[in-house]
């Protein structure tokens, strides 16, 4: 750097000096050149008057110095020449350019090469009226006398040009020494703030310049002094919470380095020092490429698996970070909800296994009792009453049987082909009665062929129907559409009945979910046909979709895929 500079600066003063110089001599020629075109001028003229007196007046000088004196009649033929005795037999001047302007009346400065003397000279003439008729007189200098009179000063200019050389490398030296100190505190200063050293730097002297470096240093330490404490604090509220979620959290780059875990994710794969490759962490290789697998493309993916005695899940995707792709590996420890899950539902199942029974023995008891009571007896209300609920109960607790054989795959699920048409109006069928009474208008549209268990396909379209006849108003109407399609089966079931309020639909598939209680104990509605109907959809792979209008009505569409 430092001799980079020194080259630099010396060839700039190299160059300015040259640049002098050589005006220096430019100027002194021209000067020089003016100066013997004025001198000749002069004595052409001194020369004139004496002549335009007597023309034989130039004999009789003896020294006319380094100038060179002719005079010419109007015709051209030398009468007189000061450096030759003999003008006889000198050539013709009537071509001279500077003869011919002076005979023309516009002098001028002529300069040529002169055959007579081997040099290059100056000329100047004049036309001169004298008693012999116009005479025309000329006077030379040679131009190599603009070099003998500034022989010495050019020689001290030439030792004057060295010399500047000499101080320019001197000065450019010492300029590349400041400069390369300067740069060096300011590289001090920059690697001090870069290591984390934000002191203040001080003034130590009074340029102008050097007082503004050091304050913009000051104000950039301070700064980044200011931001560094700013992402402290956010870094530490991040480690905060990331080690103080209860999913474990794993964040590689894309060369599957871990940059980001925490104790969750090393409680459940394994501890790994910082650094680490991924499968240091994971070393389940099914698990570790089924986790590449799902890195490798750009879907959001979601899946279960055990690990040892536990049950995991696994959320992983992909993140752009700077133009590098970050995975995220999100793990949740499910073991304990699926085993509370797991009690829940033999819970469900052995209790509804147990009220089954005794239910059943007193609905029959209460048929039996209401067939030999008289209606018009006072009993005869509260024999049917307890009738009435007891059906009730038996048909919530075959409900909750049915379920628990549908969550724990005991369900019968033969696998034919069952025509969906069909279905459909065994269940309206089962529902004449109160369509008859609410002089509902009840429409079917098409047909479809689903492939599964007939039994399971009723159950989940006599609750969807069931619940748009009892939910649907007087004179309503009830549309159900069937379609076939190479994805699978689809059935549509529309009513406009009293519908479903927005803030009820994410819960109704829900057991005993209840929208209207009060309306559910008219109907004898158990809270459990929409997620009889969840279930078997989920049992198929299916999908379903409820979309509601509080007091328009409400459109249940169930999708059954082919395979």
């Not at 001599?25 to 007597?54: G, H, K, P």
């Not at 699926?338 to 296994?353: C, D, G, P, Y």
């Not at 269940?427 to 062929?449: M, N, P, W």
Request: glycine letters at 6%.
């Amino acid at each position: 750097m430092k001799k980079k500079i020194v080259l630099q600066s010396y060839a700039i003063s190299l160059i300015t000096a040259l640049l002098i110089f050589v005006s220096g001599i430019a100027t002194y020629y021209a000067v020089q050149e003016r100066r013997i075109e004025n001198a000749i001028v002069e004595d052409a003229e001194t020369f004139a008057d004496l002549i335009a007196y007597d023309v034989d007046a130039l004999a009789a000088v003896e020294d006319f110095g380094s100038a060179r004196v002719t005079i010419t009649d109007d015709n051209g033929k030398v009468v007189f020449d000061s450096s030759k005795g003999d003008s006889e037999n000198m050539d013709d001047h009537s071509g001279r350019e500077e003869i011919s302007a002076a005979l023309a009346g516009s002098s001028k400065v002529v300069r040529r090469y002169s055959d007579t003397l081997n040099r290059y000279m100056y000329y100047y003439a004049l036309a001169v009226d004298t008693s012999d008729g116009v005479m025309v007189l000329r006077v030379a200098e040679s131009a190599s006398d603009i070099w003998s009179f500034g022989g010495m000063a050019l020689l001290w200019l030439a030792i004057a040009l060295v010399a500047a050389f000499a101080l320019s490398y001197v000065l450019a030296k010492n300029l590349s020494s400041k400069v390369e100190g300067r740069l060096t505190e300011l590289r001090d200063a920059l690697r001090s703030a870069n290591s984390g050293d934000y002191k203040l730097k001080r003034c130590e002297t009074s340029d102008a310049l050097d007082f503004s470096i050091i304050s913009e240093l000051n104000e950039l330490a301070e700064s980044l002094k200011e931001n560094y404490r700013t992402l402290s604090r956010e870094k530490a509220k991040l480690d905060s919470v990331v080690y103080n979620m209860t999913q474990g959290l794993i964040v590689v780059d894309g060369k599957e380095t871990v940059v980001l875990r925490n104790n969750v994710a090393e409680e459940i794969t394994n501890r790994a020092p910082s650094g680490a490759k991924l499968i240091n962490m994971i070393d389940d290789e099914a698990l570790l490429e089924k986790i590449r697998s799902v890195l490798a493309g750009s879907d959001r993916v979601t899946f279960a698996y055990e690990c040892g005695d536990r049950d995991v899940v696994f959320n992983v995707f992909t993140l752009e970070s700077d133009g590098d792709g970050l995975g995220v590996i999100l793990i949740s420890d499910v073991t304990k909800e699926k085993e509370l899950a797991r009690q829940k539902s033999v819970f469900f199942a052995n209790a509804s296994h147990e009220l089954k029974t005794p239910l059943t023995s007193v609905q029959g008891l209460s048929e039996v009792l209401l067939s030999r009571t008289d209606e018009n007896s006072p009993d005869y209300k509260y024999i049917k009453r307890i009738h009435t609920e007891s059906v009730r109960l038996h048909n919530i607790v075959m409900d909750m049987l049915y379920i628990s054989k549908l969550e724990s795959g005991r369900i019968e699920n033969r696998r034919e082909e069952v025509r969906l048409g069909a279905v459909v109006e065994d269940a309206l069928a089962a529902y004449k009665d109160e369509i008859t009474a609410k002089r509902l208008s009840v429409e079917t549209v098409g047909d479809a062929v689903a492939t599964g268990d007939e039994h399971n396909f009723y159950e989940c379209f006599n609750n969807v129907i069931g619940n748009a006849v009892h939910y649907n108003r007087q004179d309503g109407f009830v549309k159900i559409t069937l379609l076939n399609s190479d994805e699978g089966a689809t059935v549509k079931v529309e009513d406009g009945g009293i519908g479903i309020a927005e803030e009820h639909l994410p819960f109704v598939c829900e057991r005993f979910y209840r929208v209207d209680k009060s309306r559910s104990k008219q109907t004898g509605g158990t809270g459990l046909g929409l997620s009889i109907v969840k279930h078997v959809v989920a049992l198929y792979g299916g999908t379903l979709d409820i979309r509601s209008t509080e007091g328009k009505g409400t459109t249940v569409t169930v999708f059954l895929p082919r395979s």
